[in-house]
């Protein structure tokens, strides 16, 4: 699950995500309208070919892919062609015709840096995207606060700009704005202070061109870079761009005017293996895929997606989307997405598709939505597991297709949130810590997936993979 797309949407817009999940269980319109018979009957034909064992021995094989190459199977690495090679491979063995999709990512490797004052260091985050330099020194200038645009306009930045090291508070206008202003007025670097409590970790955009040096400091550091006479900073990190692939599978039968398409993002972040951010999901799709090729033909063509690049700001997916012509856009009734279903503190959560929920900082998915919400929530209720909604808030492959109109929708098991008491007592685990604490780092491995969270979340892909097959 991406964090880049989150944030870069958030600070266009000034939200933020709260840092405690939102209890917010499924009724009225997720659960109105009845299942097609012969739909339902046909999506448990197919779930009952997934379950946490068979995709486990997927799980295990990418787990061994990330091992053979230094620990993960991020975008440019041969970890992510690997681990396409795998997926392929098992897809073509099953009878299916997967084709790859190749496109260009930016990409963004920070190998160190450093900020202090006086010789102290100060704790501070680089931007994605930031500029580099080697060790610097030099006056600070401040923008002052006196609205809630610092930084965001040129004539925010004086005379004494120049040459110097400028701290500015976090304000409504997007990281990469503020950069460029400071540039433009002849700025070193840019050091960006939080207005609430945490670190910054953010991105300047994958368009950023030539930045200055850009770190983020908290809120409670806040004081020491603004009182300094001076700063001193390095910052390592290089922005090259580099060939992905997302990959594709789609049944023999089915209409290919109506097709329903399955996607998970098969990439990992540098800092881990990523089983199950994202190797369970794209585990899932796969022995979907797999199993389908075992039951009847079906109505509606059935299209399997493997995406590159989602760390770095959902790439791939969005590649794949704006590149369709609008006809064929037009031809992708549903779109499900699966990011996270074995979280080691997990729960279960499906997209809110109508937007009943009003949850902050998400969007109602395209008239559809609804209906793909409802058939998950009927599924997990039906196995004995009250499912929560989860909002449409930019953070994974879904974004592209809903901004499209397409009808979205998905579920997961949770990821930077913390698990509320009342979810603890309901499906277990613990509250008062995030539902994946392996999240984004090395431990994010297959001996850290919640097999009981998988056992329950992987049938539900398969389920609604034949539903829609049908109906």
């Given at each position: 699950m991406s964090a880049r797309r989150f944030l870069r949407r958030s600070l266009v817009t000034a939200c933020v995500a709260t840092s405690v999940a939102v209890a917010t269980t499924?009724?009225?319109?997720?659960?109105?309208?009845?299942?097609?018979?012969?739909?339902?009957?046909?999506?448990?034909?197919?779930?009952?070919?997934?379950?946490?064992?068979?995709?486990?021995?997927?799980?295990?094989?990418?787990?061994?892919?990330?091992?053979?190459?230094?620990?993960?199977?991020?975008?440019?690495?041969?970890?992510?062609?690997?681990?396409?090679?795998?997926?392929?491979g098992k897809l073509r063995a099953a009878g299916y015709m997967p084709t790859r999709q190749e496109f260009t990512?930016?990409?963004?490797?920070?190998?160190?840096?450093?900020?202090?004052?006086?010789?102290?260091?100060?704790?501070?985050?680089?931007?994605a995207y930031s500029g580099a330099t080697p060790s610097v020194t030099a006056p600070v200038t401040e923008v002052p606060a006196s609205d809630a645009t610092p930084g965001c306009e040129a004539s925010d930045f004086g005379a004494a700009t120049r040459g110097s090291i400028v701290v500015v508070e976090r304000g409504v206008c997007a990281f990469g704005d503020k950069a460029g202003n400071a540039k433009k007025a002849g700025a070193k670097a840019l050091v960006i202070v939080n207005n609430?409590?945490?670190?910054?970790?953010?991105?300047?955009?994958?368009?950023?061109?030539?930045?200055?040096?850009?770190?983020?400091?908290?809120?409670?550091?806040?004081?020491?870079?603004?009182?300094?006479?001076?700063?001193?900073?390095?910052?390592?990190?290089?922005?090259?761009?580099?060939?992905?692939?997302?990959?594709?599978?789609?049944?023999?039968?089915?209409?290919?005017?109506?097709?329903?398409?399955?996607?998970?993002?098969?990439?990992?972040?540098?800092?881990?293996?990523?089983?199950?951010?994202?190797?369970?999901?794209?585990?899932?799709?796969?022995?979907?895929?797999?199993?389908?090729?075992?039951?009847?033909?079906?109505r509606n063509k059935v299209r399997f997606?493997?995406?590159?690049?989602?760390?770095?700001?959902?790439?791939?997916?969005?590649?794949?989307?704006?590149?369709l012509p609008a006809s064929q856009q037009a031809k992708i009734k549903r779109y499900l997405n699966f990011d996270m279903l074995g979280s080691h503190n997990g729960g279960y959560f499906v997209y809110d598709g109508d937007g009943s929920s009003k949850l902050p900082d998400s969007y109602a998915g395209p008239a559809g939505s609804g209906t793909i919400e409802a058939v998950f929530t009927r599924f997990l209720t039906g196995r004995g597991v009250q499912p929560e909604v989860s909002g449409?808030?930019?953070?994974?492959?879904?974004?592209?297709?809903?901004?499209?109109?397409?009808?979205?929708?998905?579920?997961?098991?949770?990821?930077?949130?913390v698990k509320t008491p009342a979810q603890a007592a309901k499906w277990g685990g613990t509250a008062g810590e995030i539902f994946d604490q392996n999240y984004h780092t090395a431990q994010d491995t297959y001996a850290n997936v919640n097999q009981k969270v998988l056992g329950n979340l992987a049938p539900a892909v398969a389920y609604a993979a034949g539903y829609f097959a049908i109906n």
């Open positions: 499924i009724t009225g319109s997720a659960l109105a309208s009845a299942a097609d018979p012969i739909a339902d009957r046909y999506g448990n034909l197919v779930a009952g070919g997934v379950t946490a064992t068979n995709v486990s021995a997927h799980l295990r094989a990418l787990q061994a892919i990330a091992a053979r190459n230094g620990g993960n199977r991020s975008l440019g690495t041969t970890g992510y062609l690997q681990s396409l090679d795998y997926v392929e990512a930016t990409q963004f490797e920070e190998r160190s840096h450093s900020l202090s004052a006086g010789g102290a260091a100060i704790e501070s985050e680089v931007l609430e409590d945490g670190s910054i970790q953010g991105t300047l955009g994958e368009d950023a061109g030539d930045p200055i040096p850009v770190l983020g400091v908290a809120r409670a550091q806040g004081s020491q870079v603004r009182q300094a006479g001076s700063l001193t900073l390095a910052v390592d990190a290089s922005t090259t761009r580099v060939k992905s692939w997302n990959l594709m599978a789609e049944t023999h039968f089915g209409s290919s005017d109506s097709v329903v398409m399955l996607g998970a993002h098969l990439d990992s972040v540098p800092e881990g293996p990523g089983i199950n951010d994202n190797g369970s999901g794209s585990a899932s799709v796969l022995q979907t895929a797999i199993t389908m090729t075992a039951v009847a033909p079906v997606a493997f995406w590159g690049a989602e760390e770095e700001g959902l790439i791939g997916s969005t590649h794949y989307v704006t590149s449409f808030d930019g953070r994974s492959d879904y974004d592209a297709f809903a901004q499209a109109g397409i009808a979205s929708g998905g579920i997961d098991s949770g990821a930077d949130k």
